[in-house]
Every structure is written in C-alpha cells, then in structure tokens.
C-alpha cells in the first residue's frame, strides 16, 4: 500500500474511533505536517490543546471550528514541528526565520554584538537544549499556537527576553524617572498614598499580555519612541500609538473599577488617578518588568 494512502486510512480511523472532527482531516492536510513527520494525532492533539486555551469550558463546536479555521496551520505545523526535533522542520525554520531574528534583534538592541548575541541565545531556547524528566526536549517554539503570525510571535519572544536581560543587569531607568524626563513627558502630580491603590494597580497589570507589558515598558521604562516600537514589533508607527492609548485607556478603566470594587466612590477613584494611569507610583515597575511565567 502505498504511503498516502496508508496515511489517509490511519486519518480516517482517528476520525471515526476517536470522535476527532471530520474537518481535522483537511485542516492537516493544508498544515503540511506530514511532511515534518507530524502524525495526524499529534496535529489533533494541538488543535484541541488551543482550543482548551482560547475557549470557555462548554464551548460549542461551531466556535471551536471558527477558531481552528483561523489558525496559521502550517506556521503552526512547522514550530510544534521543530519543538519535537526534527531536522527538516529546523532546517526550514532556520532559512525562513533566522535573518529575520537577527534583523530584529537589531532593531530592539541597537548594538550589533548585542543584538547577535540576544538572537543566538534565542536560538537555544527555541532548539530546546534543556530536558524533561522522560527525556523530551523544552522548547519555546511548542508554546507558539498559530494565533498570530510565527514571525510576529518570534519577534514579541526576541524583546520580552531582551527586556528580562535588561532588567537582570539592573540597567533599567525607573518608570518615575522616565515619566519626568523621557519624551513623552507629563507632569506628574502624585497619587494618595491609599492602601486601596496598590492591590487595584496590581491586579489591572496583571491582566496585560504579554505584548501589552511589552508595549509599556519599552515605551515609559525604556523610553523608545513609537517608531522605534513599531520597528521592534514590525508594525506601523500609527498602530503602535493607537495600541499605547488603548491599552492606557483599559489599565486606567480596570484600576477605576478596582478601586469601586474595594469601596472606593466614582469620584474618589478618579482623582486617584489624576488625569493619567502614568502618573502612577506603586507597583507598576514591578508589574512591567515581570518575567513570563
């Protein structure tokens, strides 16, 4: 019998023993991950994994398929891919997305041997020289799930981790210093030493992503000018201005509700906040430069 055909009766009978929906079977054929050496299976088994992720318990198989459909399948083919160790899914990985890293670890550092070295040890942690306790690798690249674009992804990994290795080198200017003298500059006014702040402030952070922590820190603690963010995500100028006012406008909504919350009035919860969530002194450098769980 010949391969595609044995591979096509291997899909059918995971699909009809196993319940897998029936449309799993084209959306892996477009992954290309047979070709990685990614079973059927294990293609399954990762599209139920982002489901479990993005949807509410008891979601209905209309949204799940929605969700699916969305995904870039053969991005995401080829990380998981690369995340189970094989060569030809590396090799593929390292001629689409090596320069790209070493262009973008170029524009976040700005310093050429810098950037080489950020984008080396990148390298390492998406290869996967670490091991668990049954011997399988750890990669960052079996965390990527198709939402977005994989060199999108990649490039939002290359700066978290240069601002985790700017942090540890305790080279970061503080958020208070930056909000007097950086180029974005307002006048601070202070914020009452209420104990209500801190825990509402903490919990408005703490439901940033990733990115969004990202987008703050570089912007109020590293001081980088919108250009010079939107090169570092790959973006317009014009979204990553958008995306600053944006994501101000919800910390500022959720420290306001929060404070509501522990029985604080309207009133009082405004002018608490001033006129700016940047005015903000408690736990918002801690909050910002946290690493990634």
């Not at 196993?18 to 293609?43: M, T, V, W």
């Not at 990762?46 to 995904?71: D, N, T």
């Not at 091991?131 to 690249?141: H, P």
Request: glycine share 8%; net charge neutral; aromatic share 6%.
């Amino acid at each position: 019998m010949k391969p595609a055909m044995e591979s096509g009766m291997r899909i059918r009978v995971a699909v009809e023993d196993h319940r897998i929906p029936p449309y799993f079977a084209d959306l892996y054929a477009g992954s290309g991950g047979e070709k990685y050496g990614l079973s059927f299976q294990d293609f399954a088994a990762i599209l139920e994994e982002v489901a479990r992720q993005y949807l509410p318990p008891g979601a209905k198989p209309s949204e799940a398929a929605e969700l699916h459909h969305s995904l870039r399948l053969e991005e995401l083919a080829l990380a998981r891919a690369c995340a189970n160790g094989c060569e030809t899914a590396w090799e593929c990985f390292l001629n689409r997305y090596r320069q790209k890293l070493y262009d973008a670890a170029g524009a976040i550092a700005r310093e050429g041997s810098v950037a080489r070295e950020l984008a080396d040890s990148l390298y390492t942690d998406l290869f996967g020289t670490r091991q668990t306790g049954d011997g399988r690798r750890i990669s960052k690249l079996a965390s990527y799930t198709g939402r977005g674009s994989l060199e999108g992804w990649l490039r939002t990994v290359l700066a978290q981790e240069y601002i985790n290795r700017y942090r540890s080198q305790r080279r970061l200017v503080s958020f208070d210093d930056k909000v007097q003298t950086g180029p974005q500059c307002v006048a601070s006014t202070g914020v009452p030493a209420d104990p209500r702040l801190e825990p509402a402030v903490d919990a408005a952070l703490a439901g940033l992503s990733a990115e969004e922590r990202l987008i703050l820190a570089s912007y109020y603690l590293d001081g980088r000018t919108l250009a010079e963010i939107a090169r570092m995500l790959g973006v317009h100028e014009s979204t990553v201005s958008r995306r600053v006012e944006r994501i101000t406008a919800s910390v500022r909504k959720r420290i306001v509700r929060g404070l509501r919350e522990r029985g604080m009035d309207a009133r009082a919860a405004e002018e608490a906040l001033d006129a700016d969530v940047r005015d903000l002194t408690v736990n918002v450098r801690a909050r910002l430069q946290e690493e990634k769980g």
